[in-house]
């Protein structure tokens, strides 16, 4: 006999009014972090659509300066007190723009709080020196990151991994076959501070980095965000134009949010296109991309999500415009210095590939990829099984394992407060998350799988990648 608990509010306005277990837990979880006087966060705003703008909700917030608070964790002076963690949210409603914002505050403000204490923990050598200790560290052939030619190039500003590079290693563990391994923490650690004598072979970004109440839930999304990254990493630069999906957005999110009357286009800004980006994984990866006729720049509304099933791959992919679409009204003169002809080089965030393809002068850069001719219905857009968490996680589980990926696990939840989990999903089997201004283009995934696919006569070569920035953050 399961005893099911049914929660009612009557205070708070921007939640439910009745709620399960797991909505009572986030509840409870992601507003520990806010307090107006002392932070970590010390103020949420919530930006309403305007009249003309597609009716998603953004949320913005202001935290304490990180290097005060890990100076107040380490009894050391403070440490890079400007930096300015980005945290956002957005949705369908306030309520759901609020908790993405909350939760994405939990995830990255921890990992930069406990990225300093991991230093204590990490373990210092060469790959060859760990193995000499019995440390069971992860090849740096298993570990491809940049390509032969970038690492030609003058002043390339990261140095090649091999097995007498000295660096910093944090322990994790193979998520199926419950093996430690030691990874470069700087590939893995948000923020994190090198050691003097370490070599800099590459970055981390925030891509397999979850806060959730619910282990498992955070491994998938995790795990989803890798596939949903590679699949689009492969789409754009190996030049494979996704399918555009039928589909009626409008219904769509009728039926699958709590919008009654959601607005997808207004006089300037057209239909959205929905393109499907699945390749060899067959999960659900989607992106979507509209344009806004009104401005000379700053016009490309854009976004990608991918999960286990087509309805919430999709709705994530579709609401990641609302975050562009904040981001613009919020910080107009931001990034005045990204030019409709910069470089690579200037492109050291992700928002600015956003910037960049905005102006009109660069819209027609992406025809290729908005304009492709396969067509595809929604009702052949891959599935996984499983109709609850633990079937959705060993569909996931056996679909990986067919391709020998077995992702690496690092658990930082000791950072949280019970029942919350932070993780880092890595996995290197997959093209990483990458700046637009150093691409990890080392990985044999850009070159191997476009033929294997049938898609391409031949194995791509680096000068055969697309030299454009990939424009979804």
């Known amino acids: 006999m399961v005893l099911e608990a049914t929660n009612l509010n009557e205070r708070i306005e921007l939640f439910d009014s009745f709620y399960d277990e797991n909505r009572r837990l986030q509840y409870e979880v992601v507003p520990r972090l806010y307090n107006q006087s002392i932070g970590p966060v010390t103020a949420v705003s919530i930006h309403r659509p305007k009249l003309l703008d597609l009716s998603m909700y953004g949320t913005s917030c202001r935290h304490s300066p990180v290097g005060r608070l890990l100076g107040d964790l380490v009894g050391k002076s403070p440490l890079w007190d400007s930096v300015a963690i980005p945290i956002g949210g957005k949705g369908p409603t306030m309520k759901q723009a609020f908790l993405g914002n909350m939760g994405e505050a939990c995830e990255r403000i921890l ?6 204490l991991l230093r204590d923990r990490a373990e210092f050598g060469t790959y060859d020196e760990l193995k000499a200790r019995g440390l069971p560290a992860l090849p740096p052939g298993e570990l491809p990151l940049f390509a032969v030619e970038q690492y030609a190039k003058e002043e390339f500003p990261f140095a090649p991994f091999t097995e007498d590079t000295p660096v910093a290693w944090l322990q994790g563990k193979r998520l199926f076959a419950a093996q430690d391994v030691y990874v470069p923490a700087q590939l893995v650690a948000f923020h994190w501070c090198a050691f003097p004598q370490e070599a800099r072979i590459g970055y981390a970004t925030s891509g397999g980095l979850v806060f959730h109440t619910n282990f498992r839930q955070a491994v998938l999304h995790g795990i989803y965000e890798n596939v949903e990254r ?16 039928d589909i009626d957005l409008v219904e769509f999110l009728k039926n699958n949010t709590e919008q009654s009357a959601p607005r997808m286009m207004t006089p300037y800004i057209q239909k959205a296109r929905v393109l499907l980006n699945t390749l060899d994984i067959p999960l659900p990866v989607f992106t979507v991309m509209t344009f806004d006729k009104s401005r000379d720049g700053r ?33 107009p003169h931001a990034w005045d210095h990204i030019r409709p002809d910069s470089q690579l080089s200037d492109l050291t965030d992700f928002y600015y590939a956003l910037i960049y393809y905005g102006f009109k002068e660069n819209l027609s850069l992406l025809s290729w990829y908005a304009d492709g001719p396969a067509r595809v219905a929604w009702d052949q857009v891959p599935s996984i099984s499983g109709s609850d968490l633990n079937g959705e996680y060993d569909a996931v589980r056996e679909l990986l394992l067919q391709r020998n990926i077995d992702p690496i696990l690092f658990d930082f939840s000791d950072s ?20 637009p201004s150093h691409g990890y283009f080392g990985h044999p995934r850009y070159y191997d799988v476009p033929m294997q696919l049938g898609l391409k006569h031949g194995r791509l070569t680096y ?5 454009l920035p990939l424009p979804f953050p």
């Not at 949280?416 to 700046?435: E, S």
Request: aromatic share 8%; charged share 15%; hydrophobic share 50%.
């Open 416 to 435: 949280c407060w019970p029942d919350a989990h932070l993780i880092k999903v890595f996995m290197p089997q997959l093209t990483h998350a990458h700046l």
């Open 463 to 467: 000068d055969e990648l697309n030299r």
């Open 230 to 245: 590679d699949a689009i990493n492969l789409s754009w630069y190996c030049k494979l134009p996704p399918a555009v999906v």
């Open 111 to 116: 990992a930069a709080l406990q990225t300093r």
């Open 299 to 331: 016009a490309l509304l854009a976004g990608g999500g991918g999960w286990g099933k087509p309805d919430r791959a999709l709705i994530q992919a579709v609401f990641e415009i609302g975050q562009a679409q904040i981001g613009y009204a919020l910080t």
